[in-house]
């Protein structure tokens, strides 16, 4: 918002009003503080230039071992992987990994990623 002086009473016209949170982030608005949303790492902080807030919130990319865009819009675990993977508010913005399934029974070999062979007779 803006003020300008006036001569009559109040003596000013117009108001401040608080600037929205950005995209990705939740709160009352700039003034009071924005929080990234789950998923996306950042920090939002008051300015007194336009836009009057420094910073943004972006998304995490998946973690190793798994597939997808980024954390908030989902990631999947790769082939030979077993596991979830969860947005959250706190460093590193997710929970959850994604882990090498072992071999199974008649097999051998360390894990499905590094590749499984069956037994002799198998």
Do not use: D, R
């Amino acid at each position: 918002g803006s003020i300008a002086a006036s001569t009559t009473s109040p003596y000013y016209t117009g108001a401040c009003t608080a600037v929205a949170c950005p995209a990705a982030s939740t709160g009352a608005g700039i003034p009071t503080g924005c929080t990234c949303n789950a998923g996306y790492s950042g920090t939002i902080v008051a300015s007194l230039t336009s836009p009057y807030y420094t910073g943004a919130c972006t998304a995490v990319l998946c973690p190793a071992s798994s597939s997808g865009t980024n954390v908030p819009t989902g990631c999947t675990c790769n082939a030979g992987y077993s596991g979830n993977i969860t947005k959250t508010t706190t460093s590193p913005f997710y929970s959850g990994s994604c882990t090498a399934v072992a071999c199974p029974a008649y097999a051998s070999g360390t894990n499905l990623p590094s590749g499984c062979t069956c037994n002799a007779g198998y």
